[in-house]
């Protein structure tokens, strides 16, 4: 099994985005490629700016589908209307936006996107919600939305440009054990760019490793303490998480839906290296 139950769909295809910033173009071939690769078990989507969905259909050759995933850059308004407007050939597998700022709260943001998702009937959507003031009531919304059948669930930032995007392991442990408690689960994004919690040499930001995040969501799933998920998620050495790990790869993923990157070869360049996938690239 060259990609096992627990690392199937970890990844979406975010090439587009920063700090990858991937031509749209480049972006839509590469995919190509990892759809057809050993390893294409393991991702999900391209995702694609809702500003951004007119220009893909023209890079397809005539009938030639996409899974794509929208995500709101131009924020909920124009949502709508760029899903409404894609092409057939762009099948959407998910939309992501924004529901809230930093300090706002997210309960009216919340309350529009599920009003939208009666119109995309069974398209998920995922609504990121910042890691301060309102959030805990924010998934209490998500999980009673879930709760009468609305695909919907909460997307969360583990990175960016300046430190304050970077929550600790105990904020973040806090947050896993609150989705856990409520039966959400959740998808990542922006600073998982490798498998082991690391200082990045170029900002002085110490980044989480998404094998961390693996290891401690398993465990929360299991009933551990929000303690005993942030020291999880603070280690640095990978043995005892390929350990952890590689005891679970026959097991589904549990709660974490999983994380979009810009380079979908970091994360599978670390689980190589680290004996936790195995294939054949020729």
Request: hydrophobic share 50%; proline share 10%.
């Amino acid at each position: 099994m060259q990609v096992p139950p627990l690392l199937a769909r970890l990844v979406d295809d975010a090439a587009v985005f920063p700090p990858g910033s991937a031509p749209l173009r480049e972006a839509v071939q590469a995919h190509r490629q990892h759809r057809s690769a050993w390893y294409a078990p393991m991702v999900g989507p391209l995702l694609v700016p809702a500003s951004a969905l007119g220009a893909v259909p023209p890079l397809l050759a005539d009938g030639e589908p996409l899974a794509v995933g929208v995500v709101g850059d131009t924020g909920l308004a124009g949502l709508p209307d760029a899903v409404a407007a894609a092409d057939p050939r762009l099948h959407i597998r998910q939309v992501e936006v924004a529901v809230a700022k930093r300090g706002e709260d997210p309960q009216p943001g919340l309350a529009a996107l599920l009003a939208h998702l009666r119109d995309w009937q069974t398209i998920p959507a995922y609504a990121e919600t910042p890691l301060t003031w309102g959030l805990l009531a924010a998934l209490d919304t998500v999980a009673g939305a879930r709760a009468a059948g609305v695909p919907v669930a909460p997307k969360f930032r583990t990175g960016g440009l300046a430190a304050e995007l970077f929550p600790t392991p105990v904020e973040l442990a806090a947050v896993i054990c609150a989705c856990r408690d409520r039966a959400l689960p959740f998808k990542l994004t922006a600073g998982l760019h490798h498998a082991i919690r690391h200082t990045d040499p170029e900002t002085g930001f110490t980044n989480h490793g998404f094998l961390n995040i693996l290891v401690g969501t398993a465990a929360a799933a299991d009933g551990a303490e929000i303690a005993d998920v942030a020291e999880l998620l603070g280690g640095t050495d990978p043995v005892p998480l390929v350990g952890a790990a590689r005891a679970r790869l026959a097991a589904d993923r549990p709660l974490w839906i999983g994380f979009g990157t810009c380079s979908i070869a970091e994360p599978l360049d670390d689980l190589r290296h680290l004996g936790l996938l195995n294939g054949d690239d020729r």
